[in-house]
C-alpha cells in the first residue's frame, strides 16, 4: 500500500496516474481480510478444550510441587531403610541380559520384515488399490493400539511359557510403528527412479527394489533401531505377565518386597537401555553414513573426524567413468565399514534367534489352540464390575495421560528448546541438554512407576509423574529436532535487526515449529494413553489394574472388553491427531 501512495505522491505522476494510485490504494483499505476457515476455527476450539481438560485432571490428580517435594523426602527415607543395591550372581546376570536382548532384537526384527510389505501397501504411491491401501493403514493402527501385554497374555495361552510370547508380542506390536514411518517414507520418495524402470518395463518387485527401497532404506534402518530401543524399555513390563528375562526377574524381586534386588535389576535395565542407545548410534553412523544417521549426542560423538574421512573418499553422487568401474568400485574406508558393519549386523542376528531358545515346534501345534484361546475371550464382558467401574477407570486412565502429556509439553519445551542447536545458547548448551533427554529416555516409565508407587503409595499421582518424566525423553528430543529444522531465513532477518535469541525465538523458531509441536503432542498423548495402562499393572492407577487382575484370574472376556475400550480411545486420539496435521498444515 505504501508503493501505491508513493507513486500517487511523485511530482512525476499525472493525474491519470494519480487517480490510478488513489483508486488501487482505496481497492487496498477495503479489501476484506482473509478470513479464517471454520474447521480451522473448530481445530483451534478443540485443542483449547482439550488443554482445559488436561488441566482440571491435573488438578483433580492434586499433583503440585510441594507434593513432589514431599515425595522426596520419603524418597530418602525410603532408600536409608532398604540400603544399599543388590544384583544376582554375576554369571546369571549376563544370562538374563543376554536374553533380554536377544528376545528384544528377535522381535524387532521380526517388525522390520512384517512391516516391508505392510508400508508398501499403505504407501499411497505404491499401492495397487485404495481399498488394499485403507486395509494395511487399519494393521497398523490396530497393531500400535494392542498393548504388547496384552498380545503376551494371548500368546502365553498358546505357546510354551518361555521367549516365544514375548518375541511375537514385541514383533506384532511394533508393526504399527515402523510400517507407518515406512510408508510415510516411501510416500516422499523422488518418483523419478521408480518411473524410469516402469516405463523400461519393469515389474512393480523390480520398482520397489531398484527404485524405491534403496531411497527409504536410511530411514527403514533408522526407523527399525529407534524401535529397538523402545521395545527394550518396554519389555520390562512383559515379565509382570510371564515372559522371560530382566523384567520377569526384577517382578518377582519387588513381589517378594526385596527392593533392594528389584532396585539393582532396575539399575541394570537402566544402563542397559544407554548402552543400546549408543549402539545404535554407532550403526547409524557405520551404515547410513553422518547425512543420514540422525541427531543425538551420541551421533556426533562417533561422527567426529568426519571431515578428514570425506576429504580422503570419494563423495556422494560421484560419477564413475564406465559400468565396469561402477563394478568394481575401490575397497574404500567407508565401504570397508559398511560391509563389516552390515556382516555384524548378520551375526547379531543370528546370535539373537539362538540365545532366545525358542521352542520351534510350537509354531506347528498352536493352531490347532486358536479356536480354544479365541473362545475364553469371546464375547467381550464387563463381568460382576459393569460398565460403570470400568468406564471410569478408563476415564481414570484418560486423566492420567492427559495430565501427563501436559506437564511432558511443559517440560520438553524448556529442554526441548535448550536442546535445539539454533536456540541454545551455547555448543556446551546444547550438548548438555541433548544429553540429559538421552539419559531421561534411558529409564523406563515403569520402573519409574514401580520406584514412586514405593514412595508416595498406590494411586494415579505417581503414575502420571512416572509418565510425565518419561515423556520429556521423547517429546524434547522431537521438539528439539523440529527446531532445528525450521528455515532459517526469518531467524537471520531477525539477527540483523539486532533482535536478542528469546525475541528470534518467540517470533520465528516457535511460531515455525508449532505445526510440527502439535503433530508430537499428539503423538506424545496416543502414546501416554497406552502407557497408562501398562502402569496401571504396577498400581499407577486407571484400568490397568482391572487388566492384570482379569489377565491373572483368567477372566479373558473383561480383558477383551478392557482391550476393546483402549483400542476405540487411541482410535479417536488418532482421528484427532490426524485432523490437526491436515488442518494446521
Known amino acids: 500500500m505504501s508503493s501505491v501512495l508513493d507513486r500517487a505522491g511523485s511530482p512525476s505522476a499525472g493525474p491519470d496516474a494519480r487517480g490510478r494510485a488513489a483508486a488501487e490504494a482505496d481497492l487496498l483499505v477495503r479489501a476484506p481480510r482473509r478470513r479464517t476457515s471454520p474447521e480451522r476455527i473448530c481445530a483451534a476450539l478443540t485443542l483449547v478444550a482439550i488443554t482445559v481438560i488436561a488441566v482440571v485432571s491435573l488438578i483433580d490428580l492434586n499433583i503440585s510441587l510441594a507434593g513432589i517435594a514431599d515425595s522426596l523426602g520419603n524418597a530418602q527415607n525410603f532408600f536409608t531403610r532398604v540400603g544399599g543395591l543388590r544384583f544376582p550372581e554375576p554369571a546369571e546376570l549376563l544370562e538374563l541380559t543376554v536374553l533380554t536382548v536377544g528376545l528384544v532384537l528377535t522381535g ?72 507407518k514411518m515406512f510408508a510415510d517414507a516411501i510416500e516422499q520418495i523422488d518418483e523419478g527412479p521408480r518411473l524410469a524402470i516402469r516405463a523400461a518395463g519393469g515389474t512393480r518387485s523390480q520398482e520397489f527394489f531398484a527404485g524405491v527401497l534403496p531411497q527409504v532404506l536410511p530411514s527403514w534402518v533408522a526407523t527399525v533401531l529407534h524401535r529397538n530401543d523402545i521395545n527394550l524399555r518396554g519389555s520390562v513390563v512383559l515379565g509382570y505377565v510371564g515372559v522371560a528375562g530382566l523384567g520377569l526377574e526384577m517382578s518377582h524381586a519387588f513381589k517378594s518386597l526385596n527392593y533392594g534386588l528389584g532396585l539393582g535389576y532396575a539399575l541394570v535395565i537402566f544402563l542397559l537401555c544407554v548402552a543400546m542407545e549408543i549402539i545404535s548410534s554407532v550403526v547409524r553412523v557405520a551404515m547410513l553414513g ?147 533427554l538421552v539419559i531421561v529416555r534411558g529409564i523406563p516409565e515403569l520402573i519409574l512407576a514401580i520406584v514412586l508407587i514405593i514412595i508416595t503409595g498406590l494411586g494415579p499421582q505417581a503414575g502420571a509423574i512416572a509418565l510425565a518424566f518419561g515423556g520429556v525423553g521423547l517429546l524434547g528430543k522431537l521438539i528439539a529436532d523440529s527446531f532445528e529444522e525450521v528455515p532459517r531465513g526469518p531467524e537471520r532477518a531477525l539477527l540483523a535487526t539486532g533482535a536478542t ?50 489377565g491373572q484370574g483368567s477372566n479373558y472376556p473383561l480383558v477383551a472388553s478392557i482391550v476393546i475400550m483402549i483400542l476405540v480411545t487411541v482410535l479417536v486420539v488418532e482421528g484427532l491427531a490426524m485432523w490437526m496435521r491436515k488442518v494446521f498444515r
Open 501 to 550: 535469541r528469546l525475541q528470534m525465538y518467540a517470533a520465528a523458531t516457535f511460531p515455525q515449529g508449532s505445526r510440527a509441536l502439535i503433530g508430537h503432542t499428539f503423538y506424545m498423548l496416543d502414546t501416554n494413553v497406552r502407557a497408562a495402562t501398562l502402569l496401571g499393572i504396577v498400581g499407577g492407577g486407571g484400568v490397568g489394574y482391572y487388566l492384570l487382575n482379569a
Open 290 to 436: 553422518e547425512e543420514d544417521a540422525g541427531r543425538g549426542v551420541f551421533v556426533k560423538l562417533f561422527s567426529r573426524g568426519s571431515i578428514l574421512r570425506q576429504a580422503q573418499e570419494p563423495k556422494r553422487g560421484h560419477r564413475f567413468g564406465t559400468v565396469e568401474q561402477a563394478l568394481r568400485r575401490p575397497w574404500t574406508a567407508a565401504r570397508v565399514r559398511s560391509t563389516a558393519a552390515g556382516w555384524i549386523a548378520v551375526l547379531v542376528v543370528i546370535a539373537s534367534v539362538v540365545v532366545s531358545e525358542i521352542v520351534w515346534s510350537d509354531l506347528l501345534t498352536f493352531w490347532a489352540r486358536i479356536p480354544e484361546v479365541a473362545a475364553q475371550f469371546w464375547p467381550p464382558s464387563f463381568g460382576s464390575y459393569g460398565f460403570e467401574v470400568i468406564g471410569a477407570a478408563m476415564l481414570d486412565t484418560i486423566r492420567i495421560a492427559l495430565a501427563a502429556t501436559l506437564i511432558t509439553l511443559v517440560l520438553s519445551l524448556v529442554i526441548g528448546s535448550l536442546a535445539a542447536r539454533n536456540v541454545a545458547p551455547n555448543r556446551a548448551t546444547h550438548r548438555g541438554f541433548r544429553l540429559l
Open 108 to 179: 524387532t526384527l521380526l517388525a522390520a520384515a512384517l512391516s516391508v510389505p505392510i508400508a508398501y501397501l499403505a504407501a499411497a504411491n505404491t499401492t495397487p488399490h485404495h481399498t488394499l491401501r485403507g486395509i494395511a493403514r487399519f494393521i497398523g493402527v490396530f497393531t500400535r493400539a494392542l498393548p504388547d501385554v496384552v498380545l503376551a497374555m494371548v500368546f502365553v495361552l498358546m505357546f510354551s511359557l518361555g521367549t516365544l510370547p514375548g518375541i511375537l508380542a514385541i514383533g506384532i506390536h511394533s508393526i504399527g510403528m515402523i510400517s
